[in-house]
């Protein structure tokens, strides 16, 4: 019930696919994406190259001054053994004087602008590049709003969000991703010391299991509990997911007229592509 | 006698339907140069399938009026063909139909029954659904359409089979999903679903002792996949032809007819069904609910 093994072969072969028809389609050739070091933009960056060869992605780091030299190095490995193209914009200069007006400025509202202005660059970057911004969030961090709101969510498509974190270290395995980054702990690095694990309370091996239950196989609560999950586990778990709801859709538009953007207006993007 | 087809693996224009068209007569060629009596497109393969508000925009009538279906029609004097579109009826409503077109004239339209409206799906909001299903004669014998979430539902199949059907034609544009899961599936290089519509297909045939033709769409609308996988299964469960998952291809099949008479003489399944007893029961348990 629990068994999250996904055929890796088949999954790679739908989502490279997905990259190349939903970039071409819209009259594109290229990618651009952050490259943080660690394994969900890694992956991202594996499949695209895969996909729209490496000559079409453009793989972004980004540090600021606190940034681990390991996220640098990691990231220069893959994009060694990919070839793609790279470019290096530390954002410290960027974000400093916005940080300086505000000295007493915590962790959160720091990393909430770090994550900011690297969408600012990627989207920059798009358009100098010519090439669409690739999100990197996989499925178990868009479920529990472990991410920053049009910051490193933000992307003109997501190949890898419907992958649980653990899924994605299996599918990471498969295409060759670095084992350094597959085995480090996930972190978003946005300060010293930051893991995701540490900053969520459980670790993902962990919370996959359960949201697989809740949201893949439509275990109640109580039937989650049943099947061996703290009942505190749980109940924390699902209130993180509905609380960060707002995060998965567009703002809703107050509607007045007989015809709304969002209610009644509905087409896909691939709309006459 | 045998029975050559094609199938279409078609990718489609979203709400384009002049490009489609010009898709379908490129391939429409193809099939009959490839010695196809018969080319099968998927479920609206003249619209792609996410239409939403564009369902009412991409309608058409089947008939020489229509400025889509006269060159289909055309072509069809050559080979007949089954094309997946939107129909507006006269009262202005929108199904999802499939025609069968064949010596120039339209053989059969069959409306979508069944519209799933659940999880991914939201077919109900957009369209009108069907309200029959009828088997029709063609100059391969007497055959029947249905349109992926019909065959779903074992009753359609069931009464095309009663009503003489010995060819089914199936099409899809399914959209593929689950790559967790069930043994079959897991690690055999297919989706679950795909495993799942194979496996009823198979059955189908089987149980039917009938031919079951099944043509399914290609590429990708915003986020769904479609997988292709177009299938021939024959009276005895078998399958002759497996297209290939994940890209746009014509794929033919030969269907030696003779082999419904070799199967239904080991297999007198159709001989010994008993029709009304069905009737009865059905009639029972109808009484039932209404009390």
Redo the contacts between chains.
Sequence with gaps: MT?????T???R??LT??IH??ITRSGFSRAVMGLSGGLDSALACFLAAEALGPENVLAIRMPYKSSSQDSLDHALLVIDQLGVQSLTMPITEMVEPLFQRFPDMENRRKGNIMARERMIILFDQSEAFKGLVLGTGNKTEILLGYSTLYGDSACALNPIG?LYKTQVRQLSRAMGVPDVVIEKAPSADLWLGQTDEGELGFTYEEVDKLL?LLI?QRYTPEECVESGFPADFVRSVIQRVRRNQFKRVLPPIAKVSNRTVGY?????????? | MNLNIAMVQLNTVLGDVEKNLQKHLEYIEQARKGGADLVVFPELSLTGYALQDLAPTVSHRPDRSDPVFAPLLEASRQIDIIVGFVEEDDRNRFYIASAYLSGGEVLHVHHKVYLPTYGLFDEGRFFAWGDNVRAFDTRFGRVGMLICEDFWHASLPYLLWLDGADIFFFTSASPGRGITGSVDACNSGRLASAVWVDDINRAYAGLFTSFVVHANKVGFEDGLNFWGGASVFTPDGEQLVKGPEYREDLVFASLDLNQLHRTRARLPLLRDERVALVQRELGRIIDSRNK
């Design positions: 068994d999250l093994t996904i055929d072969e088949l999954v072969k739908i696919g997905f028809t939903e419907d697989f893949d009644d207006f509905l087409y896909l993007r691939d709309w006459g592509t």
